[in-house]
């Protein structure tokens, strides 16, 4: 894995973007897209919005999207497979770049036809 973590960094490092084509294996990502598919069924997603947790905004005209934050406190285990892999990724961020990272957010994003974001930071 630490092959895949270093391809990331390099290409990162060139040219501004790192890309993996296996960084979640075909499994994982078919079951995460299920876990997906299964909120959705279930009304669970929720507008998309900008801002912070004190101020949100819902403006269709910046985000169209549907959303469900990820968190381990759902113990779903693909969800938590996903976790194993980015907390290594990290791990090996802050180790091998000093990258001091000691947080993240997560969420599926659901875009139907015509649904969009606005590039925002």
Known sequence: ME???ESLISGFIKDNIGISKDFLSIE???HLKQNLQSLM???LMKAAGTG???II???KAVRSDSIYWLDREHDNEYENE???QIDD???YLNRSCFAGINSYEFHYS???AGSFTKTHR
Do not use: C, G, T
Request: proline letters at 0%; zero cysteines.
């Open 3 to 5: 092959h895949d973590f």
């Open 28 to 30: 994982l990502s078919n």
């Open 41 to 43: 069924k279930q009304n």
């Open 52 to 54: 912070n947790s004190e």
């Open 57 to 59: 905004s819902h403006d």
């Open 82 to 84: 996903f976790f194993d």
């Open 89 to 91: 990724f990290i791990k």
């Open 110 to 112: 659901l875009y139907e």
